[in-house]
């Protein structure tokens, strides 16, 4: 349209001036090769720059790009800036890193999903640097010794009763524990109320080694604390003095199995799994922790929770994962607990190893490839009010728990968590039982600023809040 109006604009022209038209004429006769040049040239550049078109991004400064702004990415609020700013998919250069924020849980799944084999590599500078340990299941690329890796740890954790139902009995042994211990701390506390961190740290190290190596531990054991530093030598070696081969009772059983089996690549390849369990010593606290406090602000929020759980489960019987579908509103509270508390502010880094197209643009080899599940989360378009803490935006209208697609906290496609089934189960079954017996206040008086979801860093931690806990 606007092109048709320069040519009309244009045989206008040459019309009016007098000899214009000739001259012209005679003109492109006279140099007709240099114009075919030029214009198959301009052609040919304009096709180039479309084809590599980075995302749109801020220009930030030569040789730097925006590292000056490097701490605003680290509490996920520069990422909310450029999502408004420039859309769904992001290229900032931050040093020597070029990164490609994905805004979107659809395109974040169009790359991790649709695209494995492009999009599921990790990136192995600045990433592996930031870790302990540079080879586990993590950090290595997506490869054959990644797919042994994940195979074996998904049917490890399996066998050792996750997927059996075993393990969810221990879940509710350690819950009984933990609610002795929180009686205990609150009666020597009184008014002022209890941290819950330490007490559900102490829960998550014995359900690792629940997993590991079978065993409880009091809250002051020395062994504990030796085994919470990853000194597992001395377990293996009880392990291999007491085992059956082939009938692991838990994790170290099974990677002796597979130690002492023919693949002698797989010793590597499971001591990169061994070294990862202790992530849930963080992320299991952290989840119950905000949910807790969550449901304590809001008093009616609690009073439906406690509802929900005299109906369904009742006081006298323990919860148990069959109530799992029953119990709508828990879920909606956990789910809405993921989003607004953002526990980890992005997922992982994935990379490219060569390049590729997405959503129109080009992804460079290399660039690191960043999930902005906070920016999704706290997106007014997709959650109204995304600061308030609402588990009712997670139920249908006959109050039935409706997963939301947007919500992705262990992240989508192979490389997503593979303790995802893991977390869930416990996060439910702890979360029921402590409901169900307790009734959570917050006291009086303290800052509750943290609880609308103000954006800080990679492992948000409600570290200075205290609870009231009343046995219902
Ligand atoms: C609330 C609890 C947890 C959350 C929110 C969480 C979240 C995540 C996220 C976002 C990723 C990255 C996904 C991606 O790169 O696209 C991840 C990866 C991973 N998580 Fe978790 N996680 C949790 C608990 C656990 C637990 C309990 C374990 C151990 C059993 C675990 C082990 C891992 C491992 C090994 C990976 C790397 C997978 C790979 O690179 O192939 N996580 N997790």
Known sequence: MVGSKWQSFGSWLLDKVPGCKEDARQFAQEHKWELLIV?????LAYKAIQLYRLPPGPYGIPCIGCLLNAEGFSDGSEQQKFKQKYGNIVSVQLGSDLQIWLNSADLIKEAFVNNTNEFSHRPDSLFRHSFKFQDDIISIPFDEEWKKSKKFLMSSLKNCGFGSGSLDVKVLSEADALIFRLEKLQKEAGDEGISLDEPLRWIAANLICQIIHSNHYEEDDPELKELMAMS??????????????????????????EKAGPNLNYTKMIDNCIMFLPDSLDTLPLAIEWLVLYVARFPHTQTILHKELDDIVGRAREPQLKDKAKLNYLEACIVETYRLANIFSALLPHTVKREVRLAGY???????????TIGINLDPNIFPNPLEFRPERHLDADGRFKPSEHVIPFGVGPRSCPGQSLSKMEVFLLAAKLFQ?????????????CLRGRLVGRRRRPKEHKIIVKKR
């Open 362 to 372: 080009t992804i460079p080899r290399g660039a690191s490839i960043h999930g902005n």
């Open 232 to 257: 597992e030598g001395k377990k293996i070696t009880e392990h291999e003095a007491t085992r059956t081969s082939s009938e692991p009772r838990d994790f170290i059983d099974a990677y002796l199995d």
């Open 437 to 449: 017996t307790f009734q959570f206040d917050f006291p009086l008086n303290q800052d509750d600023s």
């Open 39 to 43: 214009a198959s040239s301009s052609y």
